[in-house]
Each structure stands twice: as C-alpha cells, then as structure tokens.
C-alpha cells in the first residue's frame, strides 16, 4: 500500500463514521416532522369551508377521513365506534385537523367543552400543529392547540 492508499481510506473511514454518528444524532432527536401520517389522498370537495379555509391562507390536503374505533370491555364485549375529521389543512409547514361546526352541536368556548370535543382529534394525531374548529354561521376559524402537562 502507498502512501496516497492510506490517506484515501482514512478519508473514507472518517465519512463513514461521520455519516453513522449524523444519522444516530437524527434518530436521538424522535422522529423527523416531514414523515407525518396525514392522509393525502382523499377526495376534497369545493365548497364553503374548503373556500373560508383557502381564504384564509389553508391548502386543504384532504377531505373527510374515518377513524375506526375498536374498544373492550371486561375483555369480553366489542364495540365498535369512529370519529371523523373534516379536513386536513396545512400552512407553511404546519399541519392541521379540521373540524366544522354542526348546528345541532355548537361548541361553547370553555375550557371542559373544548377539551370534551376536540382533544380526542389532537391525542390521535399527536404530530398535527392544532386543530382548526370553522364555524360556517360566523364565517370564522379558530386554532387550537392543546398543552399537557404530565
């Protein structure tokens, strides 16, 4: 071996083991927030809310979206539910889930109401920026992030 060998081998061993020691430091820091599990492919529909939150400075990346629910009970009993969500909106590089205002079931503004009715969409999708309510009667979106603290 020359010389010339050995030096080229110890570059290639340094990038080697710099590369390793990058991508151990990446996997350290949890998981990249570009791999999200959101949905893209389901189908958008135009209409009101999709146009409020486009509006708004939103691109809607998804439609409705069924989320099935399995749960036991007295490791006997099956039930069997799911939860909807209306939309995927993103922002620059944040993501959320979009709820939409039911006349038969407005959300009062408390602390309990919001926690009772959105927390559930924020605690399946721990990765999304917030959730987006839109009221369609007023014409307003309302972020909303939730902070635990454990």
């Known amino acids: 071996m ?11 061993l340094i990038i080697v083991v710099g590369i390793i020691f990058w991508r151990f430091q990446r996997w350290l820091d ?52 799911r939860l909807f969500i209306d939309y995927f909106a993103q922002k620059e590089e ?21 926690r009772d009715m959105l927390l559930a969409y924020s605690l399946i999708y721990p990765e999304a920026d917030g959730v987006l309510y839109v009221d369609m009667a007023l014409n307003k979106i309302k972020k909303i992030t939730f902070h635990i603290e454990v």
């Open 94 to 114: 944040q993501i959320y889930l979009v709820k939409v205002a039911k006349e038969r079931k407005p959300l009062e503004m408390t602390g309990s109401a919001v």
């Open 30 to 81: 949890g998981p990249n927030k570009k791999r999200r599990r959101f949905p893209r492919h389901s189908e958008i529909p135009q209409d009101e809310v999709v146009e409020l939150l486009e509006g708004a400075g939103f691109d809607v990346i998804a439609g409705k979206t069924k989320i099935p629910i399995r749960m036991t009970i007295n490791e006997r009993e099956q039930l069997e539910s």
């Open 2 to 12: 020359e010389q010339g060998d050995v030096k080229v081998i110890l570059l290639i």
